[in-house]
Structure formats: C-alpha cells, structure tokens
C-alpha cells in the first residue's frame, strides 16, 4: 500500500493482490464492447474533471486557520491494521426474508509506516483467515480501492477483481446449523469511480480524520455534491441461488451473469465534532440516484430495464479518532452500497468498502517547514 500526501493533494491508494489465473486472464473479456466504450468515455470524463480540479486547486481560497492547520513536525511513524470487502445479496420482493448473501475469505494487512511532511509509505502483509490446509474454500483477488483528498476535491476509485464466494443461505430461512457452502466459480469485477466537491473547504477538512495530515480544530461541515460511475460483472458456471432457496424466489432471481453499467448524481452532507481532549468524530452520509443499463442471465438473456432502471445508492466515510501534537490514531470507515434492480421484483445489492485502524507518532520538529511558503499556515 502506499500513501502520499502533500498539502494541496493527499493521495491514498492501496492495492491488495493475489496470483491467480483464470480470473485475470478473463478481466477484459468480461467486458462487452459496449459497455467498454462507455466506460472509456466515462473515464475520459473523469480525467477531465480531475484536471480542471487540479487548476482549481491553485485558485483556491485560502482555509480558515481557525479551523484547520497543520501539525510542525517532519517525520511520523505509524502502525496500522487495514481490511476491504466485497459483498454482494440477491433480494426478492416477493417476501423481505428472501436474500442471499454472497461474501469472499475475509482478509486483513497489518504493517508498518512512516511519513515525512506529507509524503507516506505504508507496507503491510495480508493476513487470510482460512486455513492453509483448506484447498477448496479459498477466494483469489486483486483489490485496488482508494481515496484522493484533494482540499475541496474529493475521489474514490475502485477495481476489484473476485473469484470465489460464500453463499450464506441465512439459517432463518433453512433452519440449518452449517448453511455456508462455497462458490469456486463465482467471479465479480468491479470497477468505478466517485468525485465529490466540498463547498465548505475552507472551514472542514477530510484530509484530517482520515489520513492524519492536517488539524480540525473546531467542529465543522460542509455540504457537498458530485457524480460517480460503475462496471459491475458477475459470471458464474450456473445459477447463484442454492439448489434448496431457488424455489423460495422467482425463476429470473436465480442468474448466472449479469452486467449492470451505473452512473449518477451525487449529494450530502460531512461534519467533524470535536470533542475535548483531542478527540474527534466525523460522519457523512452521501447518496445518490443511479441510472442504469445492462442484462442478466438465467435460463437465457434478458434486459435489466427498458431501457434503463434508476436506483439508489449510498456512500459514507466515517472515523472517530484523536490527533495530539504528537500521538495520533483513527479508526475509519469508507462504505459504498449499491442497490441495483434487474428486473422481475428482483434486485442485485452489492457493497465494497474499507475498515482501518492506525496509530501514529510524530517527530522531529520543524519551524520552517515548507508549509509555511504555502497557504495552509495552520499551526
């Protein structure tokens, strides 16, 4: 994982990966030329927005220094324990008890990391919860998810490619003691970005709770707005639903593929509390309305909409932590759900998100820190 930061820009990126064979080789095949050629478009557009963020970047009102500054010293350390997910459910209206949910191994990266001003390097190791000796049961990755904090600019991206998925068939439903089993030949890729602007920049700061760069000194919000887009793959050699709750849903439910491209408008609200002691939390909550296309598969092909279905989704960064002069530690949350119909009463559910622990120390003092040659003076 590798993080970087500086006081225009703060970047983090973290990119956990597996060798695995059949998953990647068939990533790009995944990908119907349609659909691709949406996603380029769409990527071009994004890019495009990033570059007019950039510029904006360097016509920005300066912050509010009563609100929000920056710690004096040049070097940190810092210990962390970090986790993403990938889960997805199939939800039937014909009764609220009728899901499936379908989740990967979870897995963990504990490491180490230091930063000098704001430039970070976080190295960790995958910690996987599945024995060794457990051949079958085992769920083969690439997860690239991350974050840029951008002053008033704000982006997520996400690529994620997995094979291999629990099915829990919920124990209410089959009244079942063991009713896991594991998909193998269930593969999903994911890919997609979401950008968001903060209109409050000056008085509320994302950078602070969630990479450790900056200061929130007094409680803040700030409203915000943006658009996003989504890929969404799912294959399977056969229908996804267990041979025992098939019959609990209707024949179109029990898909073997499906290809959803989303893309939509965004809004919300962020605000940091700011407790005594050094404490902080921060929550946000940033929803959006989706516009979709795509198809599905059961026993043959058929259109998730016609020719298009809008649908809701929500996206939440959210830590509580504390920042002193010199220790400084969070624990943070970054989730986005997604709720697709695709027809039939039927809809798709899929979440992706990350859950990160660290504690950092700071040291080495430096009173004439490049900072102060910039605007962000804060102390």
Not at 33 to 57: D, R, V
Not at 74 to 97: A, F, H, V
Request: charged share 15%; proline share 3%; net charge positive.
């Amino acid at each position: 994982m590798r993080d970087l930061g500086c006081d225009k820009i703060s970047l983090v990126s973290e990119c956990k990966a597996a060798t695995f064979h059949s998953l990647t080789s068939c990533s790009m095949t995944l990908l119907k030329p349609f659909c691709l050629q949406l996603i380029t478009i769409f990527m071009i557009m994004i890019s495009y927005i990033a570059n007019l963020s950039a510029q904006s970047l360097l016509k920005a009102r300066p912050i509010d220094t009563l609100y929000i500054g920056n710690n004096p010293y040049k070097w940190s350390g810092r210990i962390y324990s970090q986790t993403k997910y990938n889960r997805l459910n199939i939800n039937s209206d014909s009764g609220s008890t009728n899901k499936v949910f379908f989740t990967p191994n979870t897995k963990f990266a504990i490491g180490l990391g230091a930063s000098y001003y704001n430039l970070f390097l976080d190295l960790g190791a995958n910690v996987n919860f599945t024995r060794k000796s457990d051949t079958v049961s085992q769920t083969k990755n690439a997860d690239l998810l991350g974050s840029i904090y951008a002053i008033q600019h704000i982006f997520d991206y996400t690529f994620q490619l997995y094979q291999g998925f629990f099915a829990d068939t919920v124990k209410r439903l089959l009244g079942e003691e063991n009713p896991e089993t594991f998909r193998q030949d269930l593969r999903i890729f994911n890919v997609g970005a979401n950008y968001n602007y903060l209109f409050n920049y000056r008085r509320f700061s994302f950078t602070a709770p969630f990479i450790g760069i900056q200061l929130q000194k007094k409680s803040a919000g700030s409203p915000m707005a943006g658009v996003f887009f989504s890929y969404y793959d799912l294959r399977a050699d056969s229908g996804i639903l267990p041979v025992k709750l098939s019959s609990r849903f209707n024949e179109k439910a029990n898909i073997s593929e499906a290809n959803v491209l989303s893309a939509g408008l965004l809004g919300g609200y962020a605000y940091t509390l700011v407790l005594p002691l050094h404490f902080f939390i921060t929550l946000s909550a940033n929803p959006g309305i989706s516009l979709n296309i795509g198809d599905a598969k059961s026993i043959k092909y058929y259109s998730i909409g016609h020719p298009a279905t809008i649908s809701f989704k929500l996206l939440s960064r959210n830590a509580v932590g504390y920042t002193g002069t010199r220790w400084y530690g969070f624990f943070s949350w970054v989730a986005d759900a997604n709720y697709v119909p695709i027809g039939y009463g039927n809809r798709l559910i899929y979440n992706v998100g990350k859950v990160k622990l660290l504690v950092g120390y700071r040291f080495i003092k430096d009173d004439n820190s490049p900072r102060k040659l910039l605007r962000l003076k804060g102390s």
